[in-house]
């Protein structure tokens, strides 16, 4: 069965902080997989997104990894800002399909205090 | 957000009642899609539209729901009659293709059923 698994479910950090998020999945086939940030009444706002040859992406204070062998990724935040607040979901693309191919991950919800 | 409206942002509702959820998408896209949100079940695909197409409704709950696209900028999400069970956050998103389908989420309609 076609899941992504994340963890921890919730994270609370000191601003200024570095944190990462963990990711695992059992998709197949793989096509790419993505990291989304979602603010508290907002819908998700695409961070990284690497294909299985990709094995680290940045996006500023963002960096994703991704090792295909063991199905694992993670999501580094460095510095850790208040509007690092959100949820952070993992999202894995099937490879060979269009709409119905994304495989969402429940989330990890970030708090980051002051 | 960028490039998709969706009206209304909140909707409360009682048991048995229809609701009517609405998509704006700017254009330049030529996938839409619909999701539903819980806590429980996380994002959820619902229907996806290819070319204002419905291509898999497979992951619409039952039949009371439709959905409709009559053109490439409009389209709705119908709940007929409305239970408390469908409660939830719904998502409107776009995607233009491309190598890696990336999607583009709306704000949301959050729906309450009581």
């Known amino acids: 069965k076609n899941q992504v698994e994340q963890s921890p479910q919730s994270l609370i950090i000191l601003e200024g902080k570095n944190c990462t998020l963990q990711c695992n999945y059992t998709v197949s086939p793989f096509s790419n997989l993505r990291w989304y940030k979602q603010d508290t009444g907002r819908g998700p706002v695409s961070l990284t997104i690497m294909t299985f040859s990709e094995n680290t992406k940045s996006n500023g204070r963002y960096t994703a990894t991704l090792d295909a062998d063991t199905k694992q990724s993670s999501l580094h935040i460095t510095a850790s800002q208040l509007s690092d607040s959100a949820s952070y979901i993992c999202?894995?693309?099937?490879?060979?399909?269009?709409?119905?191919?994304?495989?969402f991950g429940k989330g990890t919800t970030l708090s980051v205090s002051s | 957000d960028a490039g998709v409206i969706q009206s209304p942002r909140h909707e409360v509702t009682e048991m048995g009642q229809e609701v009517t959820l609405r998509c704006k998408p700017i254009s330049g896209h030529n996938s839409l899609f619909w999701y539903r949100q819980t806590m429980m079940r996380g994002l959820e695909l619902l229907i996806y539209f290819n070319n204002n197409v419905p291509i898999d409704d497979s992951g619409m709950p039952e039949d009371r729901f439709s959905a409709k696209m009559p053109n490439a900028s409009f389209s709705t999400l119908k709940i007929q009659p409305s239970e408390p069970r469908d409660s939830a956050v719904y998502f409107c998103a776009i995607s233009s293709g491309g190598p890696y389908n990336e999607q583009f989420f709306g704000p949301g309609t959050r729906l309450t059923v009581l």
């Open positions: 999202v894995v693309n099937l490879e060979g399909q269009a709409g119905t191919a994304l495989i």
